[in-house]
């Protein structure tokens, strides 16, 4: 299924190289280097992606995981040296460089809980400090966390670390998502208020219910599509703010990602293997023991009044009887199985004063509890930084996602193998009536309303494909003085796509579903355990969603004095 897409992706990779190692060489002036380390103060552990730069030269990178910088191409002088990371207090120092010389100097960055120097993008027409805006930022360490934890998907990495953001999630089965609130926006409104999403100032499709209509929870929150292997930082904000720069629809907040950038340095290569299982403790414990009249489906007040008279059963031990029995059709030994989770990542980053990218692909299989439910996803990112001159560069971000799942759960208000086990009916067991009554549900042995193989017979999948790209021009226009006053312009154009292409599928056979030959009667449609297998039915819908982007914002800097200074800002968006 994903040989065409491992192909273009390929292409892409190697065009994305090539770019890379075709590049000119460094245009700046010969100067000298700085290279060092950045370590926690407290632990003497490297601090990886922590932003060393020299701001009068506009010139930095990130440090790598041994938390190693390298800054090529410095103008000889001495230079103030910045470090910043998010959760670390900033920190300075004084660097001097000789000609063709490489100067050494290590950091030691103390940790702290408020970080008021902290840059942030969401909520201002371009990056400040955290200290300069009036609002509540919440920022999530992405990079650090998928470090330190195992994280499977974009919900599982914002769920319990953002104050106010829920995810009611009602399904564990694999593929499947849940609605975002935030806590104080919509969680007294009658409608389904989404937070707005944006991908490096991209606005994305942000639909909580995609593929086929199956509801309880058993659809797909498309945030998942990203690879959380790829996100450096996700700022949230929420309230009024959300709404005045973002327009009405960010009444219910705003998620801008941030995803990982190139650096100055050699290439740094990372690659991850992630192995797990998903399966259900105890499925037997969870259901309990049951018992049943053996004269009578529904017993009323005078039915089976002796507790001697009632007949025990385990339902779910029951079904694994009838798959040893060959009753009907199960690929595995047990109705629920150990589903096998994997997940492969690599990345690359590196480059020049002049550019820097970032190159990863990530492949995730992943199977449910049930044999058939099924996720599996490929993804591509490629992201590269041009810097002309200290007054202009490029940025450009691309990301590509190629998947298919199957579902668990087959139809809208079906709560699957699991419903059928809780709802059992042990009157119909083939050990108490020995399938010798006449009736549609003589054939189920027990369970509610399918057997376990006429839930699997029903297809339930999406397959889909999502590209989404974007291009920033920054220009700075350096310091200028305009009545005696110091003062610098800032501009940023942010165009940008997203556009996902889906196949939504529901498939009723038709016919499906055996029926036991040694029935006492029974009529055909009885095999028919969904009506709309009757005269088998497909439903079919292939949805394109597609959001174009414009952002432009421009700032005045203006230095009023040794202790003010004034922003003033204008911007305009269009999206569509």
């Known amino acids: 299924m994903f040989r065409h897409v491992r192909l273009r992706m390929t292409l892409a990779l190697g065009a994305l190289a090539a ?182 100032g991209v606005r994305v499709n942000n639909d909580p219910e995609a593929g086929p209509n199956l509801g309880n929870g058993d659809n797909v929150n498309v945030l998942d599509d990203f690879n959380p292997n790829d996100i450096e930082s996700i700022e949230i904000i929420k309230g009024p703010a959300a709404a005045s720069l973002y327009g009405t629809e960010a009444s219910a907040g705003v998620i801008q990602i941030i995803t990982k950038k190139g650096n100055e340095g050699a290439p740094q290569f990372n690659f991850s293997i992630k192995q797990g299982a998903n399966y259900l403790q105890d499925p037997q414990g969870r259901l309990g023991e049951k018992f049943t009249c053996p004269s009578d489906p529904g017993p009323g007040p005078t039915a089976c009044q002796n507790e001697g008279d009632l007949v025990r059963y385990l339902m779910y031990d029951e079904g694994t009887r009838y798959i040893a029995e060959g009753y009907f059709p199960w690929p595995t030994e047990n109705l629920y199985q150990n589903g096998l989770s994997q997940s492969y990542n690599m990345d690359v980053r590196g480059g020049t004063q002049n550019i ?127 009545a005696g006053i110091t003062s610098s312009l800032t501009q940023r154009l942010v165009l940008g796509i997203d556009k996902g292409w889906d196949t939504d599928r529901q498939l009723f056979p038709l016919e499906a579903g055996p029926v036991p030959e040694n029935l006492a009667e029974f009529k055909s449609s009885w095999a028919s355990v969904y009506s709309e297998t009757v005269d088998g039915t497909m439903y079919y819908e292939r949805p394109v969603q597609q959001n174009l982007s414009f952002d432009y914002s421009l700032t005045l800097d203006t230095d009023v004095g040794d202790a003010w200074g004034l922003n003033t800002s204008f911007g305009a968006q269009y999206y569509s």
């Open 19 to 200: 770019v890379v190692l075709l590049s000119p060489p460094d245009l700046a002036a010969q100067g000298g280097s700085i290279t060092g380390r950045v370590t926690d103060s407290q632990t003497g552990n490297p601090v990886s992606a922590a932003q060393v730069f020299i701001a009068d030269l506009d010139q930095g990178g990130l440090t790598r995981q041994n938390g190693s910088y390298l800054l090529l191409n410095v103008p000889i002088g001495t230079h103030t040296v910045t470090v910043q990371r998010i959760g670390y207090r900033t920190i300075t120092g004084q660097v001097t460089v000789g000609a063709g010389e490489t100067a050494a100097q290590n950091f030691q960055i103390i940790e702290e809980a408020l970080n008021l120097d902290e840059i942030i993008v969401t909520g201002t027409p371009g990056g400040t400090q955290r200290r300069a805006i009036g609002n509540t930022v919440t920022t999530v360490d992405v990079s650090t966390i998928v470090e330190n934890v195992a994280i499977s998907n974009m919900q599982d990495l914002l769920a319990g670390r953002t104050p106010g953001l829920q995810f009611s999630r009602l399904s564990g089965n694999v593929g499947t998502g849940a609605p975002i609130t935030i806590r104080g926006v919509g969680s007294f409104s009658f409608t389904r208020n989404q937070p707005l999403v944006y991908v490096d």
């Open 356 to 482: 820097r990218y970032f190159l990863s692909t990530n492949y995730e299989d992943e199977e449910g509890i049930v044999w058939y439910n099924k996720d599996e996803t490929f993804r591509i990112r490629g992201n590269i930084g041009v810097v002309f001159s200290e007054k202009f560069s490029i940025d450009v971000s691309t990301g590509f996602v190629d998947g298919y799942t199957r579902f668990a759960a087959p139809t809208r208000s079906d709560g699957g193998i699991w419903q059928d086990l809780l709802w059992s009916n042990g009157y119909y067991l083939d050990r108490v009536n020995s399938f010798d009554k006449p009736g549609s549900n003589a054939r189920l042995g027990g369970f509610q309303e399918h057997l376990p193989s006429d839930v699997a017979d029903v297809e339930a999948t999406r397959d889909y494909t999502r590209f989404t790209g974007s291009a920033t021009l920054n220009f700075r226009s350096g310091d200028f003085d305009f």
